[in-house]
Structure formats: C-alpha cells, structure tokens
C-alpha cells in the first residue's frame, strides 16, 4: 500500500485564460492626453479575475519614446473553475445616437 501527502505552499501564479475588452471605458473614448484609450487587460488566474488598464506615457527625458504600463483595476474573487471566457460586444446601432457601451465577458 502506498500513498502521498501534498500540500500547496504557494497560490498558483500562471495565467490560466487573458482576453481583451473595453470594461472600465467605451471604445474610441478619449484620455486626458488627447489620445485614445487601449482595451484593457482582463486575465484570470485559479479563482481570480484581474482587469488591467494599459496606460500610455510620454516622459519628458526620454526624448519620442512612449512608455507603456499595466495598472491593476480591479480584482474579483471567483467560486468555482472557468472553463472558457468569451467578450460580448454591444451591436452597433446606426439607426440611433446612443453612446457607445462598454463590453461584456461571459465566464
């Protein structure tokens, strides 16, 4: 008869799932530079969704050189296993002059 004993010292770091998508702003919305603004990093590790925002820069003593960041969001807790994670985008409607929408991510 034999057996083993596993114990998990540290929490999982790989990313299981990333995918891109305009939550925390709408699509061709404008930054306080004059630019605009790049979909956001969503990623989802063993139980954890993380929304990542991309930010651009340009530094004064860098010369033309643009700098770009990922700024942690939000992050939300899950219960339970993802399987797969899908973005849902809002159908344009030309008929009418509403505000773009934000996406959706289906787990």
């Not at 956001?40 to 010369?63: A, M, Q, W, Y």
């Not at 159908?91 to 787990?107: M, Q």
């Amino acid at each position: 008869m034999s057996f083993s004993i596993c114990k998990e010292l540290h929490a999982p770091t790989g990313v299981e799932y990333c995918v891109s998508a305009y939550l925390t702003h709408v699509k061709g919305g404008e930054d306080g530079d004059g630019g605009t603004y790049l979909p956001d990093l969503i990623t989802v590790k063993d139980g954890l969704l993380e929304v990542f925002s991309v930010r651009r820069s340009l530094p004064e003593n860098s010369g033309d050189a643009e700098v770009t960041k990922l700024e942690l969001m939000a992050e939300y807790p899950l219960h339970g296993t993802v399987q797969s994670i899908s973005v849902l985008q809002p159908r344009p409607n030309a008929s009418s002059k509403r505000k773009p929408k934000r996406d959706a991510l289906l787990l």
